[in-house]
Each structure stands twice: as structure tokens, then as C-alpha cells.
């Protein structure tokens, strides 16, 4: 391989799929990388087959006769697309949505007190819901008025609020808004995961808000959109656009070393299969450099862990109980509600998402780790499930990097994290191309490809 | 009126055998000696049955992931119809066949196959007979032609018989009931909710 290339990618997860096809559309020469035989890196998703190699180390049991293998798709993050969020922006500007379909999530829920009720998201459906008593609903209409009135520009829309510097506390306080209320507004709408944000300015927890009821009156049922054939089809249509403007695509390649000049400490190349592949920059994910080994890659600690997430993926033969038999759903137990500093969410998908065959639906239940033994931690979300066919338990380490990487020119991006929405991943892309690009990524409408 | 249907067409076959060549002389009826790889990798062309029914093809190129056997699943998902191409004046047939089995892996069964054996207008130094291709494709009940990308012979007949192959009367995998729910995502703001078929 003598060719020399702009920009070497190591590994083909969503954020990295994202950054390549950017930068071959940039006009940058790309040489991309994966380990696996498969598209995805920790953003795949697997067939049953794969799903039971990867977890147990066998076939899938006949017993539980969960049909046909390529029937399956399983996520092995559990994040749905908030349909007016940074992800769709991105898919729409690149054009890649072309190679997608997709389906509204058929609801999003709440837990509390024991149940679980749907996000109010309409005025009509906060009137209704049981998540509130009567005056306290009158309250939180004003809250919503609110939002919908508020303009940046209008200082007569804030009513005597400066959001950029009060918190949100104080904006609970003026609208009189109890715990409870302010439970589901600050983690089943904001999809805040702890509850640091109350004491921060209020600023960040209502343009979250407002991104929240924008999404859900894209599509009326819930805030999210999911691809059909799984998550692990974004990274492909990604890769694609890559290929298109000339990046090359080699799946099943063992990287050997990550390698820098012993003087200058600069990324120089990349050795694989024996080979030394030159390149002026290295974008990669963690796992490609040292992530969760003991000895530092090149006897430098190059990424550091920052939390760990633990995810359980359960197929089940039924709709998750209290959701209406919903194909699909999503189920936020806020972290008040069962004594924990974090939120435990639930994601559900199934058949009619082509990712299980028919009548199977594919739950995770998911949380960031507190205690030293998490699967206890998760009891509250599986306990909402009913009957549990089969179960894959992972705790994963997150990762970030200890350095920008321009002092290098290896650049890593972080682990896929515990929010429930592609909103990080996207801001990832935007800090990776501001370090290797130094300068701010815009998103210009991609050129049309002629159609005759 | 005339109605047409959609189907998606992708492009098999090893690196440098014409694949994009003969979309290319298909769609806008170019040649170049010199196009270096897959510049153009979706493209769409119309053709005509009868009076009442037209055939719009979505084709799909490999935009070169073919080349160390990294094409991603998503290139075979919902795909109508495949051209293997294979290059006669090359030993590449054999691995058009491996293409094949790949196709029987991953695709539909319902799946629309032509194998295409490409320029023709290299006769002289033909290295893979007419009839090794045609027992082939027999034998595995696909469809087969030989054609020039370069003088364009059997180009517009090979896609043309593919079209008379297709099913028309059952809506195309796109079309099929477990999609029907799915949605159409534009751009921010534009056509909000359309709780409709998606056909991006």
C-alpha cells in the first residue's frame, strides 16, 4: 500500500462513519478501517447469530425458537433520532437520508409512583394525563405557554426571567411547579439524566425542552424516528456517502499499531496485516487506542475512562405491559422514583422495525453504573418488561480522549454515552472536525447528484 | 395514463469489468476510456413497457466498496433487480459467480438477476466463451446478455428485458405493508407530518 492518504479512520462506528463521509465530501482522500467484518463498531447491530457469538460464545438455543436469524437486527446502544434534532439535520444536508426509511417511535412514557403514563406533549394530552392533579396541570399549561411564547429577540416573552442566568429551580419556582411535575418536564422532556441541570441556568434545560416538543409535533405520536433494519444501517448509509466521494473501505483488517515519529510525537501511519499505510492524520474510536488496556498504547495514556453504562438487551414475545401493545416505546424511570442519581430508560423496538422476526420485540434497559453491582441497578426498568426470554447483560466503560489531538494529529473520538438520542454523537462529529479541521464544520447542502 | 414504478437495481461485479460503464451509456449514453471509478453511484433512468406502464429504475453503483470485500448490507436492503457483470476478455467470471451466492445470501428471493458479460467490442481477445456464461445463468434460472459499454450494443436490450421481468403487479419490496407506516423526513420545517410511505 504506497498510497498516502489525508486521513486514516479506525473503525466504523456511527461518529466516525459521520466524519468520513464529511471529509471525503470536503475533498480529503479517506482510507477507512474496521476490525470486524462488519459495519458499526460499537454502534453495529447484529443478527441473532452474531448477537450470541458476541455475548455467549454460541448458536442461538432451537428451544427458544426466536425464528429466523437475518429476521434480526439488534442495537447494541439503544438510542432512538429525535426527529428534529442535530442527527436529522446532518442526514438531510448530506443526502444520505436517501438511503434510509424510517418509523416514528410509537410512544414515550413516564414512571412514576409505580406506573407508567405517557409524556404529556400537547396541551390536550397534558388535560388528560395522569400525571397531575388539577390545579397543578392549570400550573404547568402556564409553563407550557410560556415556552411556546418565548422568543430570544421578544423581552416581553420572558416575563421578567433571564434564562441565561437564572436557574431552573427558580423557573419551577415563579410557575409553582411541584416535584413530581418537574421530574417528568426535567428528564422526560429535557432527557436530562441527573438532576445537575436544576441548579445550572435555565437556558440549556428549555432549548431542550423546545427541541423536544418540536420533534414530537413533527410526527404527533413521539419525539423519535428509528431506521428500519436497525440502527446499525446510519453508519453504512454514512460510509456510503464516503465511498462516493472517493474513500476507500476495508472491513476485517487487524490494526497492528497506531504509529508516531519517535521524535515529533506526529501520527505518521498505520501498520495492518504487516503493512505501513501512510497518512497525515488518524481519526479513530477508543478502542483503537488503548481503551481498556493495561498498558497505554505506545506507553502513552491516550484516552481515559469517564463513567460506565450498563445495558441489558431482553427479547421478548410480547409488547411491553401499560404501552397500549405499542410495536415501540420508550420508558424513562427518573431517578427520584427509585432512589438513584440517575435516570434508568428502556428502549423498545421489534418486528415492525424489521430488527426481530415477527411478534419479538427487542427491549434494553439501560443506566449509568452508581454501586458495584449494576445489574441490581437496572431491577426497576426489567421488572417493567414481564417475561424475559433471554437476556444480554453488558457493562460497557466510556471513553474520552486526553488530549484535542492537535498536538498529534490523532484524533479520538468518545464512547457512545447513557442519553437516549443521537444529540452527543452529532456534537462529537462538530469538536472532532473543529480539531482537525480548526475551523467550525458548517453544513452546506450537498450538490444534487444528476438524475437523467 | 401511464404509470410508473419504482424499482431498485444494483450493480455487481469486480473492480474494472464496466459496471459504471454501462449505466453511464445507459443513462445518458456516454462512454469515456478513461473514467477512473464510480464518479455518478445513484442514478435513475425511465423506460417504457407499453402505453400504460413505465419502469423507473434507481440504480445502484458500488462507489468502489466492492473492492476489499467491504459492500455494507444496505446496498443489497429492498433491491428489485442486480446486473453481475463480469469483463469477457478477463477471467473474472468465476468471480461473478461468487457474487451471485452472495446475492442468495443477502437478498430477496424474489430478486431480479442479469449476468452480463461486457465488451463485446473486444471480441479478438475474449477470454470467457458466450456459452460458458449462458449454461451458468441456465443453471442458476438468471438472466444473461453480453453488451458494450463502448459501442453500446446490448445495453438498452439488457436493461429492457430485466424491465419485462419485473413483477408489476404487486407493489415493489419498498411498497410492502411492513413499511407502510413509515415516514418521510425532509428538510427542517418543510411538509411537517406526512404520516405516509417513504420513499427517500
Known amino acids: 500500500m504506497d498510497e498516502e492518504y489525508d486521513v486514516i479512520v479506525l473503525g466504523t462506528g456511527l461518529t466516525e462513519c459521520i466524519l468520513s463521509g464529511l471529509l471525503s465530501v470536503d475533498g480529503q482522500k479517506v482510507l477507512h478501517m474496521d476490525r470486524n467484518d462488519y459495519y458499526g463498531g460499537a454502534s453495529a447491530s447484529l443478527n441473532l447469530t452474531q448477537l450470541y457469538q458476541q455475548f455467549r460464545n454460541s448458536p442461538p438455543p432451537e428451544s427458544l425458537q426466536l425464528g429466523r436469524d437475518r429476521d434480526y437486527a439488534v442495537d447494541l446502544i439503544p438510542k432512538f433520532i429525535l426527529s428534529s434534532g442535530e442527527l436529522t439535520r446532518m442526514l438531510v444536508h448530506t443526502d444520505v437520508i436517501r438511503y434510509l426509511e424510517f418509523k416514528v417511535i410509537a410512544g414515550s412514557y413516564v414512571y412514576r409512583d409505580g406506573r407508567i403514563s405517557k409524556v404529556p406533549s400537547t396541551e390536550m394530552e397534558a388535560v388528560r394525563s395522569p400525571l397531575m392533579g388539577l390545579f397543578e396541570k392549570r400550573r404547568a399549561r402556564n409553563f407550557f405557554l410560556y415556552l411556546q411564547n418565548w422568543k430570544e429577540a421578544d423581552p416581553a416573552t420572558h416575563q421578567g426571567l433571564d434564562v441565561n442566568k437564572v436557574s431552573m429551580k427558580e423557573v419551577y419556582t415563579k410557575f409553582g411547579l411541584e416535584a413530581g411535575t418537574q421530574d417528568f418536564i426535567g428528564h422526560a422532556m429535557a432527557l436530562w439524566l441527573d438532576d445537575d441541570y436544576i441548579t445550572k441556568p435555565a437556558r440549556q434545560t428549555i432549548d431542550r425542552i423546545i427541541l423536544y416538543t418540536a420533534s414530537m409535533a413533527r410526527y404527533g405520536k413521539s419525539p423519535y424516528i428509528y431506521p428500519l433494519y436497525g440502527l446499525g444501517e446510519l453508519p453504512q448509509a454514512f460510509a456510503r456517502l464516503s465511498a462516493i466521494y472517493g474513500g476507500t473501505y476495508m472491513l476485517d483488517k487487524q490494526i497492528e499499531s497506531v504509529n508516531v515519529d519517535p521524535d515529533t510525537g506526529y501520527f505518521t501511519g498505520v501498520t495492518s496485516g504487516g503493512e505501513t499505510v501512510k497518512a497525515k492524520r488518524v481519526i479513530g474510536d477508543p478502542s483503537y487506542f488503548g481503551a481498556g488496556k493495561d498498558e497505554p498504547e505506545g506507553g502513552k495514556m491516550r484516552v481515559i475512562e469517564t463513567g460506565k453504562v450498563i445495558r441489558a438487551i431482553c427479547i421478548l414475545k410480547h409488547p411491553i405491559p401499560g404501552t397500549d401493545d405499542s410495536d415501540s416505546a420508550q420508558i424513562i424511570i427518573p431517578q427520584n422514583q427509585v432512589g438513584r442519581k440517575n435516570d434508568i430508560y428502556i428502549a423498545a423496538v421489534s418486528s415492525a422495525h424489521n430488527v426481530a422476526a415477527p411478534n419479538v420485540w427487542i427491549a434494553i434497559v439501560s443506566t449509568i453504573v452508581e454501586t458495584s453491582v449494576p445489574e441490581r441497578e437496572i431491577l426497576p426498568g426489567l421488572q417493567l418488561l414481564g417475561n424475559v426470554v433471554d437476556k444480554f447483560i453488558s457493562i460497557t466503560p466510556l471513553y474520552a480522549p486526553t488530549s484535542p489531538g492537535t498536538n498529534d494529529n490523532i484524533f479520538i473520538t468518545k464512547s457512545y454515552d447513557a442519553t437516549s438520542h443521537f444529540e452527543t454523537v452529532v456534537e462529537d462529529v462538530f469538536d472532532v472536525w473543529q480539531r482537525v479541521k480548526g475551523e467550525k464544520l458548517v453544513l452546506k447542502k450537498r450538490e444534487v447528484e444528476v438524475e437523467a | ?200
Open chain 2, 1 to 200: 395514463m401511464s404509470r410508473t414504478t419504482s424499482f431498485k437495481l444494483v450493480l455487481l461485479g469486480e473492480s474494472a469489468v464496466g459496471k459504471s460503464s454501462l449505466v453511464l451509456r445507459f443513462v445518458r449514453n456516454e462512454f469515456s476510456d478513461f473514467r477512473e471509478s464510480t464518479i455518478a453511484a445513484f442514478l435513475t433512468q425511465t423506460v417504457t413497457l407499453d402505453e400504460s406502464t413505465s419502469i423507473k429504475f434507481e440504480i445502484w453503483d458500488t462507489a468502489g466498496q466492492e473492492r476489499y470485500k467491504s459492500l455494507a448490507p444496505i446496498y443489497f436492503r429492498n433491491s428489485n433487480a442486480a446486473v453481475i457483470v463480469y469483463d469477457i476478455t478477463q477471467t473474472s467470471f468465476e468471480k461473478a459467480k461468487s457474487w451471485v451466492r452472495e446475492l442468495q445470501r443477502q437478498a430477496d428471493p424474489s430478486i431480479v438477476i442479469m449476468l452480463v458479460g461486457n465488451k463485446t467490442d473486444l471480441e479478438s481477445q475474449r477470454k470467457t466463451p458466450r456459452e460458458l456464461g449462458e449454461r451458468f445463468a441456465e443453471e442458476e434460472g438468471l438472466l444473461f446478455s453480453e453488451a458494450s459499454a463502448k459501442t453500446g450494443e446490448g445495453v438498452e436490450e439488457l436493461f429492457m428485458e430485466i424491465a419485462k421481468k419485473l413483477p408489476l403487479a404487486p407493489p415493489p419490496i419498498r411498497g410492502t405493508p411492513a413499511n407502510s407506516k413509515g415516514v418521510r423526513v425532509s428538510g427542517q420545517g418543510d411538509e411537517a407530518s406526512t404520516p405516509q410511505a417513504c420513499t427517500c
